[in-house]
């Protein structure tokens, strides 16, 4: 009996820990949003509020996003991230109007990571949030957004580290051709039709200083996809379209089978002089299709210092980003760009640094190409526990030469056109306090002026734009 209950104890140990070593432990966090905006002349005109000047003077609306994690050891684990809305209050296709119900729910992430074994080689696959490296304003001018593909990163030593991606930007979309009655056809849809992009980032740190070199290359089928007429409708294709309107691609033995984008960047901090920091960004990027007049290729660069406080961080920036030239044969100065889809440390309203749903945040675009600017700030000031302040003034002016301008979609209003006699200033505020402990509300007010030179955009009418927000946010 004795060596039975022995036996008995030694099985369940045995089967104890092979339990054990496959339980998986899952990790749930999430995220809801309630969020009240009210704007005005958005689109910088006074017949209406949004840019098609059709829209309401107030917007009601939320988005709840979930995570969830399933880690099976420190070596291995799976995430995915879920989305929900944005539901605008009262909109039936977005699921907000009577009876709701609407269709709304998007995989924003899928992925695993794990480690090689025996190895301190991470590996990342999967659905991924993937950004180019930056320390200055928070958002890179090149490539910040989700996306499909492989992230490898390993550390030498405490000092230098290297990570590695490939991207799968595009593929299987097809190109479209318009049809006489406004519609598509689509075709080669399998031939030279795949955007993939590679990158190399090399951050090394030290004391008080961090430094990241990078690299990175593109390879973009002719038939990717239609650059002209898909850069009407989202950002993520308005890199190609920027100062090549004339440009329409062409079928893959015309000109290049693929197009060749290729990008680096040297980006860093020094905080030796702590309560001190200097940061700074420098990017170059150019793309080369086969024909003259649709290449392209420009820099950003941009510095900040900024002085932490018991009180609050007051701080000082500034960039600069090349223009256009005046003749559109030779392509465009510009630096071309993917998706700088992140949130802007700068702007709340002319670029996209609002920190919620923000329907009317970027009203000048989401990249600071074309334009050159500087901008004071205080952010974080605090007097009062659990309330938070921070408080930007910006001077925005053109890059672009007038003949340039013409050239480009001079009957819209982009950040990306502005001529050298054209400029912007914004003033914003915004709040935060902290309800309880999972619950923030968030304030948000920004007023964007425009002064356009009439001579290039006839029959303009110029209205100021303005913006308001209120959120609730629930975050556990």
Excluded: C
Aim: hydrophobic share 40%; charged share 20%; glycine share 10%.
């Amino acid at each position: 009996m004795k060596k039975l209950a022995t036996l008995l104890l030694a099985a369940g140990m045995v089967f104890g820990a092979a339990t054990g070593a496959s339980a998986i432990d899952f990790k749930a966090k999430g995220q809801w949003i309630m969020e009240f905006t009210g704007a005005d002349n958005t689109n910088f005109t006074e017949d209406g509020y949004g840019r098609d000047g059709k829209n309401d003077n107030f917007d009601a609306r939320q988005r709840v996003r979930l995570q969830l994690d399933a880690v099976a050891s420190e070596a291995l684990s799976g995430t995915v991230y879920f989305e929900m809305g944005d539901q605008v209050w009262g909109q039936a296709k977005s699921g907000g109007a009577l009876g709701a119900d609407g269709k709304v729910v998007e995989v924003k992430q899928a992925y695993i990571d794990w480690i090689v074994p025996n190895t301190d080689l991470k590996l990342r696959m999967g659905l991924q949030g993937i950004k180019l490296p930056n320390f200055a304003n928070g958002a890179s001018q090149i490539l910040d957004d989700d996306m499909a593909g492989i992230t490898a990163s390993y550390a030498f030593n405490e000092n230098v580290a290297v990570t590695a991606f490939w991207a799968r930007l595009y593929n299987d979309n097809g190109i479209a051709k318009k049809n006489a009655d406004g519609g598509y056809t689509w075709y080669n849809a399998n031939e030279n039709d795949n955007a993939d992009m590679f990158a190399l980032l090399v951050p090394m740190t030290f004391d008080g200083v961090k430094v990241t070199p990078w690299v990175a290359y593109a390879a973009i089928g002719a038939n990717t996809t239609n650059f002209k007429e898909l850069a009407e409708t989202g950002p993520s294709l308005d890199w190609f379209n920027r100062g090549i309107e004339t440009y329409k691609p062409k079928k893959a033995n015309d000109v290049n089978p693929y197009y060749d984008f290729i990008a680096a960047g040297l980006t860093g901090e020094i905080t030796m002089a702590d309560p001190f920091r200097f940061a700074w960004d420098f990017n170059y990027a150019s793309l080369t299709t086969g024909d003259d007049y649709a290449k392209r290729q420009g820099w950003y660069g941009t510095i900040l210092g900024e002085y932490k406080m018991d009180w609050g961080t007051p701080g000082l920036y500034a960039w600069y980003a090349s223009g256009e030239d005046g003749d559109h044969t030779n392509g465009s100065e510009q630096m071309p760009y993917f998706d700088p889809n992140g949130t802007d440390g700068y702007s709340n309203l002319a670029n996209s640094g609002n920190k919620y749903l923000a329907p009317n945040e970027a009203l000048l675009g989401r990249s600071w190409q074309g334009t050159w600017g500087i901008g004071a700030r205080v952010k974080d000031v605090s007097f009062l526990d659990g309330l938070k302040h921070t408080f930007r003034v910006n001077f925005i002016q053109g890059t672009n030469d007038k003949d340039g301008v013409r050239n480009l979609r001079s009957e819209k209003v982009y950040i990306n056109n502005l001529s050298t006699d054209e400029s912007a200033l914004e003033i914003g505020l915004s709040n935060s306090y902290k309800v309880y402990e999972n619950l923030d509300f968030y304030t948000d007010f920004s007023y964007l002026a425009l002064w356009q030179d009439e001579n290039l955009r006839k029959g303009v009418s110029q209205a100021d734009a303005w913006n308001a927000t209120a959120a609730f946010v629930y975050s556990f």
